[in-house]
């Protein structure tokens, strides 16, 4: 009798210890993941922005968001799309619903079938998500060399640094350094992991014009672009960080709240 329970006892410390181990070791794999991931990219530091959306107060600046939509839609949404975001989501960024009307009539898509069983094209609708500029994955890939332009409604949280790797790889493109093996049809990027990414340097000084009188200098392009990548990425970011800000300020309240009532409770009995 004693034996067995010994030997329960030991199979439960066992197990015990089995777990801590576990625990230990997916504890490592968390907490050593994005580090793995950033020394299999390129080492180089990210060039660091001070990004007004970042931090428990983070707002999105609106104008910025609209030049970068700019950008997006006259240099990038020629190889990219950004498929999570419908046209009516820009109303967030200050767009007038008749701005956003006329935006998406420049889009054509396959719908149907109609009554007869046929698809027909028609142009897009406030209520749907932007067209690609692709057909399929296969299309995309033989008019650039072989490589998949990325969706970009995501790519802000899809890659380690975030807005700054972003606006990093969009300055980062420089010339091929003496003794590179470089691939044909591959541009040197400083942050692109292997540092041979297929995608030409999308931006430069003045490749657009600001309705509101910006100069489009290459960094600022660079920067509003990105601003405008990273609230397709999570457009309620917004609601979030207030309703973040709102419910700490509450805890806070509530706290003070009880302290009082527990010292008053207890008054009479120190
Ligand atoms: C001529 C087509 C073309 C244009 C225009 C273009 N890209 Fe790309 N982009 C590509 C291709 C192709 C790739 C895939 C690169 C690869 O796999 O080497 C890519 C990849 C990317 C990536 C993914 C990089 C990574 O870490 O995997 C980002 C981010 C990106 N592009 C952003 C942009 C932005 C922002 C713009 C507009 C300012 C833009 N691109 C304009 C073709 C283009």
């Given amino acids: 009798m004693a034996k067995q329970e010994m030997k329960k006892i030991s199979q439960r410390v066992m197990s015990n210890s089995i777990c801590s181990k576990i625990v230990v070791l997916v504890l490592l794999a968390i907490f050593s993941f994005p580090q793995s991931l950033i020394s ?12 007004p959306f970042h931090g428990v107060f983070g707002r ?15 240099v990038c949404a020629g190889c990219h799309g950004i498929r999570h975001i419908a046209y009516r989501d820009l109303e967030d960024i200050g767009f007038t619903k008749d701005e956003i009307k006329s935006i998406a009539a420049e889009y054509e898509l396959l719908d149907g079938p109609n009554d007869e069983g046929e698809m027909f094209t028609r142009f897009a609708k406030l209520s749907d998500k932007f067209v690609g500029p692709y057909e399929n994955v296969n299309a995309a890939r033989v008019a650039n060399n072989g490589a998949y332009p990325p969706d970009l409604s995501l ?19 420089k010339e091929y350094p003496e003794n590179f093996e470089a691939s044909e049809g591959m541009y040197f990027n400083e942050y692109y992991p292997g540092n041979q990414i297929a995608m030409p340097a999308p931006i430069e000084d003045d490749i657009v014009e600001y309705d509101d009188g910006t100069e489009a200098s290459q960094s600022q392009i660079a920067r509003d672009v990105t601003s405008f990548l990273a609230w397709t990425a999570e457009p309620e970011l ?3 960080k207030s309703l973040g800000v709102k419910t700490i300020f509450f805890l806070i309240l509530i706290s003070i709240m009880l302290l009082g009532v527990k010292r008053k409770i207890w008054k009479d009995l120190d």
């Fill in 40 to 51: 299999a990219g390129s080492n180089v530091e990210l060039i660091e922005q001070n990004w």
């Fill in 60 to 74: 999105f600046d609106k104008a910025s968001l609209q030049r970068g939509f700019k950008v997006y839609r006259e």
């Fill in 155 to 173: 790519i802000t949280k899809a890659r380690v640094g975030g807005a700054d790797y972003l606006y990093s790889l969009l300055n980062g493109y």
């Fill in 238 to 240: 917004e609601t979030r």
